[in-house]
């Protein structure tokens, strides 16, 4: 059911009513924003604020320098070790190469030193060689031709200042003996004696004036000599 009463509207007067203030939920006091001392208080908070960050401000520029001082240290450091590690490795390298190069050095005297005295021993034991087939060619020469006794008797007779018919000739046993089988009337006249001091192929011719002797031992060291100084001199 409708209720068609009208609303009565209240239309209060020119100052019949006054502004509501709500009261605060916190009570907040002067001494509480600023503390028993007011101003003076919120300034030394500020001192000590700034003192702080003065203070942090100081050990962290303190701590990066720090830390920045043993990061520059650190590549220094390492650089110049670097440099003195290479320059210290080239004067060893230096001193190694210097050391082989004189060990290569004395190695090469030894070695050519004992090439030397091995060529020397070679030549000499060579020329000793050649001295004992010279002598057997010489041995077997006059016992295949006796007659070349014969020549070297008559070139020992030419070292004589003249012939004489008292002169004596000395030979080695076994040319004296061949001689008398080859031409026994020269040995004869010649007067053919035996002489064991003397080599085969040498002749020995006394008058009783002078002396000649032909030794073949002699002429065959002599020739000995010039072969065993031309090997010396190549070697």
Same mark, same amino acid.
């Given at each position: 059911?409708?209720?068609?009463?009208p609303? $009565?509207i209240?239309s $209060?007067?020119?100052g019949?009513f006054?502004?509501?203030? =709500?009261?605060p939920?916190?009570? &907040?006091?002067?001494d509480?924003?600023f503390g028993?001392?007011?101003?003076s @208080?919120y300034?030394?908070e500020?001192?000590?604020?700034?003192q702080d960050?003065?203070?942090?401000g100081?050990?962290?520029?303190?701590?990066?320098?720090?830390?920045q001082?043993?990061?520059?240290?650190?590549?220094d450091?390492?650089?110049?070790?670097r440099?003195?590690g290479?320059?210290e490795g080239?004067?060893?390298a230096?001193?190694?190469?210097?050391g082989?190069?004189q060990?290569s050095?004395?190695?090469k005297?030894?070695?050519?030193?004992?090439?030397?005295?091995?060529?020397?021993?070679q @030549?000499?034991?060579?020329?000793?060689?050649?001295?004992?087939?010279t002598?057997?060619?010489?041995? &077997?020469?006059? /016992?295949?031709? $006796?007659?070349?006794?014969?020549?070297?008797?008559?070139? /020992?007779?030419?070292?004589?200042p003249e012939?004489k018919?008292?002169? /004596?000739? =000395?030979l080695n $046993?076994?040319d @004296?003996q061949?001689?008398?089988e080859?031409?026994p009337?020269q040995v004869?006249q010649?007067?053919?004696?035996?002489?064991?001091?003397? /080599?085969?192929?040498s002749c020995?011719?006394?008058?009783a004036?002078?002396?000649a002797?032909?030794d @073949?031992e002699e002429r065959?060291?002599?020739?000995m000599?010039?072969?065993k100084?031309?090997?010396? &001199?190549?070697?």
């Amino acid at each position: 059911m409708k209720n068609d009463q009208p609303v $009565p509207i209240f239309s $209060p007067g020119l100052g019949e009513f006054r502004n509501y203030r =709500y009261p605060p939920l916190v009570t &907040a006091t002067e001494d509480d924003l600023f503390g028993d001392d007011g101003g003076s @208080s919120y300034q030394d908070e500020f001192n000590n604020g700034f003192q702080d960050g003065l203070q942090k401000g100081h050990e962290q520029g303190y701590q990066d320098g720090v830390n920045q001082g043993l990061q520059v240290g650190q590549r220094d450091g390492h650089e110049q070790g670097r440099q003195q590690g290479l320059q210290e490795g080239r004067l060893q390298a230096q001193q190694h190469v210097a050391g082989v190069l004189q060990a290569s050095g004395h190695l090469k005297d030894q070695i050519q030193q004992a090439f030397h005295h091995h060529v020397q021993q070679q @030549s000499e034991m060579l020329c000793d060689l050649v001295m004992k087939v010279t002598r057997q060619v010489i041995r &077997a020469e006059l /016992t295949l031709q $006796p007659g070349q006794m014969v020549n070297l008797i008559e070139e /020992t007779l030419q070292q004589l200042p003249e012939h004489k018919p008292d002169l /004596t000739v =000395y030979l080695n $046993p076994q040319d @004296s003996q061949r001689l008398l089988e080859l031409v026994p009337d020269q040995v004869a006249q010649w007067n053919v004696q035996q002489d064991e001091s003397l /080599t085969i192929g040498s002749c020995r011719v006394v008058t009783a004036d002078s002396e000649a002797l032909v030794d @073949s031992e002699e002429r065959l060291a002599a020739c000995m000599d010039v072969v065993k100084d031309t090997l010396l &001199a190549d070697a």
